[in-house]
């Protein structure tokens, strides 16, 4: 298979039925735009069982998708011995415990250095995958877990268990705010008609569903558990923006910074010194490629991370005594 071309297979899930099918396509293959699918739909490089669709077709669950299409924004990328974490490995799947500041897929700006270059040094294999098999990805500076397959079979199976969301996984994150209680954010992301680097959310958009959590809080910020029931990209960090309680660091959907009053100067440092968004994939589940069984992953909290979090205790405990 070349990996200049996006070459999937799989069946739209039964939650899709009564959609257009443009629509179902976008949750079931969330990886490309709204606009791209349309595009390769509209010039016959998509089959819905064995025939040629219109975006518009009313789908009823279960279809069997096969898309190939040319990917116009391809590169070359070469193995590089970069150091990876491997949280877990067997002959099918990998499972990857990603630094901050590692971005995942070669692109305009970063033609070399990611994690796609670091797997196909760790597996040549995997040269022959889209994208080296990465099944999601996550941000340049989100720190944790996320899966590989290391073949076209397994690609397919995780691809497909990402759209009918039998992947779970869980993240915790640092807000700004005090939080009362955990809740949910129902909220369609679109990209931002302006700002492309930017996710909004509009009424046009992807349905997006973000739960958060409690864990702990302090005098102006809150830790908080946060699980997905979909994987828009930026989907953390602009919902919990949306409802009022950014990511500590995030420099897109961030707040000014703003030092609590009485705050050490060592507490100020450390907040000033946390450049990048407080968001940690921690706990990963999938169904196993190949037998169904369910393997769970878990990464701990990194060192920037846990000393934010005492930090942020530090200031607490000193502001009650």
């Keep these: ?96 415990d990603k630094p901050a500041g590692l971005v995942v897929h070669p692109g305009a700006g970063n033609p070399a250095g990611t994690l796609q270059n670091a797997l196909l040094a760790h597996d040549r294999r995997l040269a022959k995958l889209p994208r080296a098999g990465i099944v999601h990805r996550l941000d340049k500076d989100t720190t944790g877990l996320l899966i590989v397959a290391r073949s076209e079979s397994a690609r397919t199976t995780l691809a497909a268990a990402l759209a009918e969301r039998a992947i779970h996984r869980e993240y915790q994150a640092i807000c700004v705010g005090v939080m009362t209680a955990g809740g949910k954010v129902d909220a369609p992301i679109d990209r931002h008609p302006v700002d492309r680097l930017r996710m909004t959310v509009r009424a046009s958009g992807r349905e997006a569903i973000t739960h958060y959590r409690v864990i702990e809080r302090f005098r102006r910020h809150t830790w908080v558990r946060v699980t997905l029931e979909t994987g828009r990209t930026h989907q953390i960090r602009l919902h919990l923006s949306h409802v009022g309680y950014p990511l500590v660091g995030d420099p897109v959907y961030g707040r000014r910074l703003v030092i609590p009053r009485g705050a050490t100067a060592a507490f100020a440092e450390a907040l000033r010194g946390f450049r990048r968004q407080a968001l940690h994939a921690a706990k990963l589940s999938f169904p196993h490629p190949r037998d169904g069984r369910t393997v769970e992953v878990e990464s701990k909290l990194p060192a920037d991370f846990r000393a934010l979090i005492a930090a942020l205790k530090r200031d607490r405990d000193a502001a009650a005594a």
């Design 1 to 96: 298979m070349s990996s200049t071309r996006h070459k999937r297979e799989l069946r739209l899930p039964p939650q899709a039925a009564g959609r257009r099918l443009d629509q179902a396509l976008a949750d079931a293959l969330p990886e490309f735009s709204r606009s791209r699918l349309k595009r390769w739909i509209d010039g016959g490089m998509l089959r819905v069982d064995g025939r040629v669709p219109r975006p518009r077709d009313i789908v009823a669950g279960g279809e069997r998708i096969a898309l190939d299409a040319p990917d116009v924004d391809a590169v070359a990328p070469a193995p590089e011995d970069i150091p990876l974490a491997i949280a877990y490995e067997d002959r099918d799947v990998i499972v990857i």
